[in-house]
């Protein structure tokens, strides 16, 4: 197995990641998610949405889209990628479940260990077939992503139970410190060479992505929200549940995609949905209060 050459935006993705599971790992308390164990409808439902519905998603988008290959199988990636503390830090500030929110970014870092590669390596025989030297190594992939989210999440969980009270001071300016963090990664990203580890994207392609990714985008929003109240969930986890489905980790995505396949050109259809997402799940976030009659930081009637 020949491994891939770093880059140092490479690295500062990895590092990055790092930090934001150790920011969910001291979020982790065990009376926090006592219920949501007790009754798991909501976190069943939901996993099983991220896992299995999210991927197909965005795969009818990016057979029926008009973009290449590569771009394709990006968009592809993105999905497999659940929400990270973004969408933890979204869910806090408009009253959402918190509690089910961090518990899907926990349990899915482990999920995504095996998921991740699957998904990817079907999508890559799909779109490329038997042939093709594009692959991602099991074993590699599930080392990395190890090291990068169940290691420090365990760090924070540790630091928690031993250290309750600087946990608690620290978790709430972390994570502001770390949508900075993301910011910084998705300009240096964006704008870096390829031939440094960035994308190197052209306008023609963000005007060529920028459609599926969008639709992509609403289309989960829709669905997390659509699935909750079909299910009878309540507002407030239906609300959640489209949160996590449509803020993807594209940190997480980056790694894959950048990092392990050393393919910029699957990581640009990540890059492009960061520039969005955030503002468009604010967005549903007030139209979801306004139309059941909540102010916007209020918490949810049910």
């Not at 880059?7 to 009376?31: E, K, N, P, R, W």
């Not at 590669?117 to 025989?125: A, G, H, K, R």
């Not at 870096?192 to 190197?200: K, Q």
Request: proline residues 4%; contains cysteine.
């Amino acid at each position: 197995m020949v491994l891939p050459t770093y880059t140092y935006i490479d690295l500062l993705i990895s590092i990055v990641l790092a930090f934001i599971m150790l920011g969910v790992g001291l979020s982790l308390t065990y009376q926090s998610f006592k219920d949501l164990f007790l009754h798991p409808r909501a976190l069943a439902i939901g996993l099983s949405s991220q896992l299995i519905v999210l991927p197909i998603i965005a795969f009818v988008i990016s057979y029926f889209s008009h973009m290449s290959l590569p771009l394709k199988v990006g968009l592809v990636i993105l999905a497999t990628s659940p929400g990270g503390t973004t969408s933890g830090l979204l869910t806090y500030f408009f009253k959402g479940n918190v509690a089910l929110s961090i518990t899907f970014t926990s349990i899915n870092s482990i999920l995504t260990l095996f998921s991740i590669p699957f998904i990817v390596n079907l999508t890559l025989w799909f779109y490329y077939g038997r042939t093709t030297e594009i692959h991602l190594s099991y074993i590699q992939t599930i080392i990395q992503i190890f090291m990068v989210t169940i290691i420090p999440a365990s760090i924070g969980v540790m630091i928690r139970s031993f250290k309750p009270e600087f946990a608690i001071k620290t978790q709430k300016p972390l994570k502001y410190l770390l949508i900075v963090a993301l910011a910084i990664v998705f300009i240096i990203k964006f704008f870096a060479g390829s031939h440094h580890g960035g994308s190197g994207i052209t306008m023609k392609q963000v005007l060529n992505i920028l459609p599926y990714a969008f639709l992509l985008n609403v289309s989960c929003l829709t669905w997390g929200f659509t699935l909750g109240r079909i299910t009878k969930l309540g507002i407030k986890n239906s609300y959640t549940i489209g949160i996590e489905a449509a803020v993807l980790n594209t940190t997480l995505a980056f790694l894959v995609a950048g990092t392990l396949l050393q393919n910029q050109d699957m990581v640009k259809p990540s890059l492009i949905y960061a520039m969005f997402s955030f503002w468009t799940a604010i967005i549903y976030s007030i139209i979801i209060k306004k139309s059941h009659g909540v102010k916007i930081f209020s918490d949810f009637k049910s």
